[in-house]
């Protein structure tokens, strides 16, 4: 039997052509990213008017929606979530990016090693976690944004990204150890969940990529998210367990 990253590839093809005909290289790709649904998300796949009158969409809906960018953010997904309290529900596939030939690690009832989206099983299918597992190109997290989050409808997103101090401002020996900052969408702030300013993204804070695509686009929905980045020193040693540490109890106080 074919496995969902197989179908999904050879859905790919039969949609866009054989892939040799679009070259990795090729200086734009605007084709749309896929979310491949597994039969688990058959039952809970609602219709959902998009946001801008759109048309409908069927969506998974949810009360929280933590996804993890490439790096220590996917790692902390992956140490806080045991296999066990999740199922696999889909996948989120860019056409460009081969997904046939992918030999993720498969432990328990998930797929590790791709860009994964994940239940909860012991909370009421309340909480849906997206493990970046692939470092998506910054040109295409637009796209790869926009499939997620036209898919997965949640109440409330978080977004866990690293980043080091010299995109945030600081000296080379001013920040001595990991610290966690935030930014939160209007809507996060009426409701409430704003960061205090000590602990706010500064200005001229630099997020790129996944992260910041899906806290813009959320922000343009409406929608209630926060940001929480780990930004680590610039002394040259590795920090990042200091940094899937700050992130992991960020997805804690979010899960409350």
Do not use: Y
């Amino acid at each position: 039997m074919a496995t969902l990253m197989e179908f999904a590839a050879m859905q790919l093809e039969r949609e866009t052509g054989n892939r040799s005909s679009f070259p990795e290289d090729t200086p734009t790709d605007t084709r749309p990213a896929s979310i491949f649904w597994d039969l688990a998300a058959a039952d809970s796949l609602v219709e959902h008017a998009e946001e801008g009158g759109g048309g409908k969409a069927r969506v998974i809906k949810s009360k929280l929606l933590v996804v993890g960018c490439f790096g220590p953010g996917a790692a902390a997904i992956e140490a806080l979530v045991p296999d066990a309290s999740v199922e696999q529900v889909g996948i989120i596939v860019l056409p460009e990016l081969s997904v046939r030939g992918c030999r993720p690690r498969v432990t328990g009832s998930v797929q590790r090693g791709m860009c994964a989206i994940w239940r909860a099983v012991d909370a009421g299918a309340s909480t849906i976690f997206c493990n970046v597992s692939d470092n998506i190109p910054p040109q295409r997290a637009t796209a790869f944004s926009r499939a997620l989050l036209s898919s997965v409808v949640a109440e409330r997103t978080i977004i866990l990204e690293h980043a080091a101090a010299r995109d945030f401002g600081f000296r080379l020996d001013q920040l001595g150890a990991t610290c966690l900052k935030s930014l939160a969408t209007s809507s996060e702030r009426d409701a409430g969940r704003g960061p205090p300013p000590s602990d706010a993204v500064p200005p001229g804070g630099m997020v790129t990529g996944v992260a910041a695509a899906l806290v813009a686009m959320c922000e343009m929905r409406g929608r209630c998210a926060a940001l929480q980045v780990a930004v680590t020193p610039d002394d040259g040693g590795s920090h990042t367990f200091e940094a899937v540490c700050s992130l992991t109890e960020a997805v804690r106080a979010a899960l409350g």
